[in-house]
C-alpha cells in the first residue's frame, strides 16, 4: 500500500509504504526529479527483495506520484529530494 501523510507538504515529494495498517513508522521513499525513487527509511523492515521491488514500482509510477501530490496538497510545484 502505498499512501501520502496530510500536513508533510514542507518535505520533499515522497510516498509511505507499509503492509497492512498504515502507520507513522512505515518506510518512506523519496521520488527524485530524474523520475525515480530512494529509500529514505525502512522502519517497516520491508524485506530488501521487496524494497527493491517497490523502488521500481514507484519509480515506473512517477507521473502518477507527482500528479497525485499536487492534487493532495493542491499545490503547483513540487520540491524534489534531489
Known amino acids: 500500500m502505498i499512501f501520502f501523510w496530510p500536513n508533510e507538504n514542507d518535505e520533499p515529494i515522497h510516498v509511505h509504504v507499509c503492509e497492512g495498517t498504515p502507520s507513522p ?17 525502512n522502519s517497516s523492515r520491508i524485506p530488501e527483495v521487496d524494497l527493491n521491488d517497490l523502488v521500481r514500482v514507484i519509480s515506473a509510477q ?10 493532495y496538497f493542491n499545490i503547483f510545484n513540487v520540491q524534489f529530494y534531489c
Open 62 to 71: 512517477y507521473t502518477y506520484i507527482v500528479k497525485s501530490w499536487k492534487d
Open 25 to 41: 513508522n512505515a518506510t518512506k521513499i523519496w521520488i527524485t526529479s530524474a523520475g525515480g525513487a530512494i529509500i529514505a527509511k
